[in-house]
């Protein structure tokens, strides 16, 4: 089947999304309008912030059409994107309280389009994951890295100095939570390698979960629609 006729079955496929505003007009009053209007479709009230979170990490990201969830795309999911996903000024997960994730965490990388998350993971990440050290020695090298440029510029691959700012993403979620397991992880050493714990199931999580917070924590399951955005009330 050639490309144009996959396009065109392709763009058949409705879509189970609609249209919830539309506004046009001077930039800032229209912007405010589409907030407003984002907010109220996309925002849930939650009763009080968790002590304990789990939460799945959905299989795909902005950064991974037509290719892997890998490590490093997992972490800025979990630690950039979805911790962030809040309204109001208050995280769902409380500063210091555990967040619990649910991936297979494979140490499984696509050359064709993250070509230098390899290299961040396995070489960088087992000598320090802290984002001013490797900014400051290895960002430069990346980003100049002649191998790296052409595949960014003649191939399919991200920029070589990409996987840093997705560590980078990852900065806020890694200082304010206390701790970090993967549940069902596959390989085990990925989670560790990023600094956080491995659990084989939900209950040996949740037993690590008591001795950072306690015994009796608030604990919350967040659920993963296409878009979500929480509110502490």
Same mark, same amino acid.
């Given at each position: 089947?050639?490309?144009? /006729? ?7 496929? &409705?879509?189970?999304?609609? +249209? ?18 984002? !907010? ?6 939650? !009763?009080?912030?968790? @002590? ?7 299989? /795909? ?9 890998? &490590?490093?795309?997992?972490?800025? *999911? ?8 809040? @309204? ?6 409380? @500063? ?8 297979? +965490? ?13 290299? %961040? %993971? ?7 994951? @802290?984002?001013?050290?490797?900014? !400051?020695?290895?960002?430069?090298? %990346?980003?100049?890295? &002649? ?18 700012? *997705? ?12 701790? /970090? ?12 390698? *990023? ?30 629609? &296409?878009?979500? *955005?929480?509110? +502490?009330?």
């Amino acid at each position: 089947m050639s490309a144009p /006729v996959k396009r065109r079955l392709f763009q058949r496929v &409705p879509a189970p999304y609609e +249209c919830i505003a539309v506004h046009a007009g001077e930039v800032n009053a229209v912007h405010n309008k589409i907030l407003r209007i984002s !907010k109220k479709q996309y925002v849930v009230n939650v !009763k009080g912030q968790a @002590d304990v979170l789990l939460m799945g990490i959905p299989f /795909v990201s902005p950064y991974s059409v037509n290719s892997i969830l890998n &490590p490093l795309l997992v972490q800025v *999911m979990a630690l950039g994107y979805l911790y962030h996903l809040y @309204d109001g000024g208050v995280p769902l997960l409380k @500063d210091g309280g555990v967040l619990i994730l649910f991936h297979p +965490c494979r140490d499984e990388f696509d050359a064709r389009f993250h070509p230098s998350y390899i290299e %961040f %993971f396995h070489r960088l990440l087992p000598e320090s994951t @802290d984002s001013r050290y490797l900014q !400051k020695k290895y960002e430069v090298e %990346f980003a100049t890295n &002649p191998e790296y440029i052409k595949e960014y510029r003649e191939g399919y691959a991200y920029h070589g100095v990409h996987p840093f700012y *997705m560590w980078y993403w990852g900065e806020t979620g890694r200082r304010r939570v206390g701790q /970090v397991i993967a549940v069902g992880a596959e390989h085990q050493h990925v989670p560790e390698r *990023m600094g956080w714990e491995n659990a084989a199931t939900v209950e040996e999580a949740l037993l690590k979960a008591y001795n950072t917070v306690g015994p009796n924590p608030q604990i919350t399951m967040l659920h993963q629609p &296409p878009v979500v *955005m929480t509110r +502490c009330v």
